[in-house]
Every structure is written in structure tokens, then in C-alpha cells.
């Protein structure tokens, strides 16, 4: 039987992916598990997998197309079995996310079908006349890649990229798969959820005193954002109220403290989660972290080590900000914003000296929480850094 192979919804934020690589070809025998292609969704570089064993008989959607989640982009049957029946039943088979138009198969490129004439000596595929049409590119000037020299959208985005546009005005880039869940995300945040903020100033003197007596001889060596992790897990346990979500006429209590922590990528940023820190060790959060920071920098966490955070924190601080705020990412109630350690004056016992401060800021939802909640948290956790002994002892 014929089994239709359709871009996965792997988050609960994905509305599209783009087909990054085919692993299998048409004609190709495919096993179940094998790796048909390897899929961009809105964090993450994934592997699709067959589900059926077979034959790989259609490819429906070329490589760097994008298209909306359950859109059928190939067909795996028997090599002589009829599959019209697969075809027919699609969904407006691998409609374009993007451009609203059916990319070309794969195994139809030598088809007339799939091209448009724009005069007599040069071929184009429709998505790369129309992206040509919006971006200002004159097609006559440009070198298709393509088979037979048909230009498509890869060559319409090189010439955009080298500033070919016509007049001198602004290059419009098309937004990743990351950067439209972003928009989506905080957009769903920001406008219906009721943020209120407080800030906070932390003496990191002692602080910064232990992490470089913690970096001589050791096979860990936890970073600043590590203390900042295991300060939060410790805060968060005597003061399980933060560690919630709100769900209209319930509050989630969550058992466990699942910290995301953010990274910023080229084009966008995820937050690899930390699960069960209350539990753990400072130096088992620094290897598991270190871990998934170089993960998630090369694209590769896979969808639960990125999703189901109760609580974020986003540290600029390695980049000189001295305080900034944190949009909620529901369903979580709070996040922490961690700005840099800086050289300031404190006047003490009348004169005046420099310490190592650095300023936070905990983003609340103020239908889960209120000000003094958050205030009680935020005692907490300066109170910790402050003396962060305790950081090695829990």
C-alpha cells in the first residue's frame, strides 16, 4: 500500500519547514527508519524518517522549497503499484508557505510544465519569476543553474544577496524558519499577556571570587551563567510559586524546574532547557549545558530539548548590556533577564569604593503572578549569588 509521506509538525509552533536535502533519490529503496531528507523546522535541523518500507516513487518537493506542515511532499509504494490514488488524495500537494504556488517535482524538472518562458531565450521556474518580480531582479542578467540553464530560486536569491536589485534602496531577505516562529511566538506574548518587570542590583564580588577558584584544577569549570542557572533552580525551590504556568481557570504547578536558557544563533535564537535543575549539581548543569549550547549552535537539539521550559533565563551580559527586559515565552510565568558585571562605585563606612555589580530583571505574568511573589523570588536569588557557597553545596 502506498504510504504518502508529508512534512511533519514537529513543534507546536511549526507552521512550515524546508526541505534542506533529499537522502533518497526516486527509484531509491527505502526501509523504514531510513532518512529521507533532512528537514529545517522553526529551531532545528531534524531527519525525516520513512515510516513505510518500499520504493521512494515520487519526489514531490525540491530542495529549499518550504512548505506548510502536513503538506504531502513524497510517496513511497511498490515499483510497480499504482499511486494515483496517493497523489490525488493530497493536500494542494506541497503548496508554497511562501508564495502560495506548487513547487516543481523533482522528478519532473525536464518538464515544460514547471517553467516559464520570459522570452524565447530564457527559462525560469514560476516561484523564481515571481521572487524576481517582488526583489526588482532583471532575469535577462542573470545565469540559471538549473537543468537545460533554467533559472530558479537559488539564483534570484544570489543576485538579491550581491545587492543586484534594481535602484539603491534596501535588499528585502526573506525570513528563516526560525525568525517567523519568533515573530509568531512574541507576538502571541507580548500583545495578550500582562508583563510587569523588577529589576534588581546583585553584588557578584564573591561570586566571581569562587568561579575562578572553581576554574584551577577542575574538569568542570562552570561559566557565569551556570552559577546564574543553579541560583535560579535554588530560588525556584524555596519558592515553587514562580514555577508555574497559567491555563485560564487553573495555575500549573510544575514538579519539576526545567530552566531554558537562551542562545542566539545567526538568525534568531532558541533556548535549549536544562530539565530538573532543583536536582542537579552545579557541575552537572555546566556539562549538560555546555552540551547543549554546542547543539544548539550547530542546529541539531531535537524537538524536547528545546521545548517545555517553566522558566527562562537570557544573560547579555558578554555583550556589555547592563540591563535589559526578557519577553515572556508562554506558557511560562517568569524569565530573568541577566545583564553585565560592572566596576561601580559603593560608598561604605563613609567613603567610597569600587565592588562587582550586576543587574536582573525577572518578566512576570501578572495573571500567574503578582509583584511580591516576584520581589520574595528575586530576594532569593541575590541572596545566593551573594553567597554562593551555597551553590556547591546543593
Known sequence: MASRVVMPKLTDTMEEGVVLKWKKREGDSVGAGDVLAEIETDKAVMDL??????????????????????????????????????????????QSAAQGQQPVPVAQEEQPAGVAEVDSRVKVSPRAKALAAERGIDLSTLKGSGPGGRIVE???????????????????????????????????????????????????????????????????????????????????????EINVSYGGDVLRQHATIDIGIAVGLEDGLIAPVLRDCGAKTLDEISDESRELIERARTRRLQPHEYTGATFSISNLGMFDVENFIAVLMPPEAAALAVGAVRDVP?????????????????????????????????????????????????
Open 49 to 94: 524518517e520513512a515510516f513505510a518500507s518500499g520504493t521512494l516513487r515520487r519526489v514531490l518537493v525540491r530542495e529549499g522549497e518550504t512548505v506548510k506542515a502536513g503538506a504531502l511532499i513524497a510517496v513511497i509504494a511498490e515499483p510497480d503499484e499504482d499511486i494515483a490514488s496517493a497523489l490525488a488524495d493530497s493536500i494542494a500537494p506541497a
Open 154 to 240: 537559488e539564483d534570484v536569491m544570489k543576485a538579491v544577496q550581491a545587492g543586484t536589485t534594481r535602484g539603491a534602496g534596501a535588499v528585502d531577505r526573506p525570513l528563516s524558519q526560525m525568525r517567523k516562529a519568533i515573530a509568531r511566538t512574541t507576538t502571541q506574548s507580548k500583545a495578550p499577556v500582562p508583563h510587569f518587570y523588577l529589576t534588581t542590583e546583585i553584588a557578584m564580588d564573591e561570586a566571581e571570587r569562587v568561579r575562578n577558584q572553581l576554574k584551577q584544577g577542575r574538569r568542570t569549570r562552570p561559566s557565569l551563567t551556570d552559577m546564574i542557572v543553579k541560583a535560579a533552580a535554588l530560588a525556584l525551590t524555596h519558592h515553587p
Open 346 to 394: 559603593i560608598a561604605e563606612a563613609g567613603g567610597v569604593k569600587i565592588g562587582r555589580r550586576m543587574k536582573v530583571t525577572l518578566s512576570c505574568d501578572h495573571r500567574a503572578l503578582d509583584g511580591v511573589q516576584g520581589a520574595k523570588f528575586l530576594r532569593e536569588f541575590k541572596r545566593i549569588l551573594e553567597h554562593p557557597q551555597e551553590l556547591m553545596s546543593s
